[in-house]
Nanobody, 121 residues
């Protein structure tokens, strides 16, 4: 099947930086968009940043200017560089991939297991 393995995160001080990585492996044949979502404590999951297959990013207003999403299409990996972190960035971060396991589709969403990012004030 398809596995999304996330790495990075942990405990960071406010104003600090952290980098998340997510590698897709297994039977995935093709990937369109990739992205990062987060779920703060007691809140719903929200989109943080997405990136198209052509490398065009889109960011939530709350992270614009602080976070940078990038991808390596050869490695099927998506990254999230997080700078100037704030306590309100504390959440479980999930990577998302729109991919397919066959050349003719269909594409569907795949999710990582989530990684905790905690920003201390």
């Amino acid at each position: 099947q398809v596995q999304l393995v996330e790495s990075g995160g942990g405990l960071v001080q406010a104003g600090g930086s952290s980098r998340l990585s997510c590698a897709a492996s297994g039977r995935i044949v093709s990937i369109n968009a990739m992205g990062w979502y987060r779920q703060p404590p007691g809140k719903q999951r929200e989109s943080v940043a997405t990136i198209t297959i052509g490398g065009i990013p889109n960011y939530a207003d709350s992270v614009k200017g602080r976070f940078t999403i990038s991808r390596n299409n050869v490695k099927n990996t998506v990254y999230l560089q997080m700078n100037s972190l704030k306590p309100e960035d504390t959440a479980v971060y999930y990577c998302n991939v729109d991919g397919t396991t066959t050349p003719w589709g269909p594409f569907r969403d795949y999710w990582g297991q989530g990684t905790q990012v905690t920003v201390s004030s």
